[in-house]
């Protein structure tokens, strides 16, 4: 039989990944191991419900439990559970050790099902919410308009200073004067370090909800190389687990407080978080659980605790500031002068007159991938924003050090320059400049093509 079309494109993809480069910051690229246990048989099983930690003793490795599996208790709906089960306690261990957290659930679908279950648990509809502005660096789940929890809760929001930092006066003077049920730090298009223990001390004034969506720095917080809003004083983290934690695509949600049995109705106090996120999650947001993504989470979480996690981190932020300092020397204008990260967003507008959106466009043609991003008060349409955004958590996990850096800088650069001469978004295409283009691309597969990704060979 002929073989689905399905797995010529997926040979396709793989070509392209192997030979650009990928500077999304919100990208990576998962171990073997990781993709393995995602590609398995737990695709087949469901498992709405939760596994208990009942009778099993903290550290206890299962294979030295002498406890039968069918005595084990569980909150699931199916029978069947034994492996799903040790499954997933084995991600909730390793999400809790690695986030230092009392609770973690494993379940979400995504970060975005993470941050609605959080405000679910957390909040009664018109319930008030306070977060970043989208146009200064946070998330769409953070209250955009177009979102259902922006019709169910109401969003107030805080911006950034003009020179990249949270504007904390700003956010302290709405968290006093709206009382808002919970205060969220956490987004997708910010370079510098957050300040938790200023927030924290705003949100015990006001008595708010601690919430943080670390999706984008997850993994350099796994890697001890960002602050962990749990060590700060947050009651709540939210995460992604396939940004720089580099596990499969994925949410998780960490927590500090009691955990105690879910088939009790537990009432809204801060100590009952864990189990008012367990249940917003399910049954209250989701249904049966992707046990396949669960078991390639364990994995993801069994590999970010290992020693060279940390270094991987390290290596991620200085890869961003090799990058952006040598950026800035080319010339370009980065927000916030710099990064603290993994992640730089470029004002390529003010830089050299061109938009976000055709330089985007431009750099995919010689294979550097990457995302046109708006710019904190930009002038510019939301989809003809001013600037990009990149990072580098995939290219640091393909081994790529501060060397390689500065060559993609430099051809950042020539592309730059290239588009001032072409003038305008349609004539990227033209024939006269295809030389140019393909010039460039040569360059960045070649070097791609010396870097392996970690599924390769
Ligand atoms: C990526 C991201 C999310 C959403 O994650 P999905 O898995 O795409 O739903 C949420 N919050 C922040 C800050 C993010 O960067």
Known sequence: MKKDLVFDLLKQEKLRQRKGLELIPSENYVSKDVLTAMGSVLTNKYSEGYPSFEGISEGTLWSETKI??????????????????????????????LFHADHANVQPHSGANANEAVYFAWCEPGDKILAMNLAHGGHLTHGSPVTRSAKIYKFLSY????????????????????????????????????????????????????????????????????????????????????KTLRGPRGGLILSKGNVASPLKKPEKTLTNIPILIDRAVFPGTQGGPLEHVIAAKAVAFGEALQPSFKKYARNIVKNAKALAKRLQKNGFILQGGGTENHLVLVNVKESFGVSGKMFEKALDMVGLTLNANALPCDKEAAFRPSGVRLGTPAITTRGMGTAEMEKIADWMTEVAKLCVEIGNEKDLTSKKYAPAFEKIHKQVVKLALKFPLPTEG
Not at 75 to 92: C, F, K, P, T
Not at 161 to 169: A, L, S, V
Not at 170 to 183: Q, R, S, Y
Not at 206 to 219: I, P, T, W
Request: charged residues 25%; without cysteine; hydrophobic residues 40%.
């Open 68 to 97: 039968a599996d069918k005595v084990l208790p569980n909150y699931r709906y199916y029978g069947g559970q034994a492996n799903v089960d040790r499954i997933e306690r084995l991600a909730i261990r390793r999400a809790m050790k």
């Open 159 to 242: 911006g950034t200073t003009p020179d990249g930092d949270i504007d904390y006066k700003e956010l302290e003077k709405i968290a006093l004067k709206e009382k808002p049920k919970i205060i969220l730090v956490g987004y997708s298009a910010f370079m510098k370090v957050p300040d938790f223990d200023r927030v924290a001390k705003i949100g015990k004034k006001v008595g708010a909800l601690l919430m943080a969506d670390m999706a984008h720095v997850a993994g350099l917080i796994a890697g001890g190389v960002h602050p962990n809003p749990l060590d700060h004083g947050f009651h709540v983290m939210t995460t992604t687990t396939h």
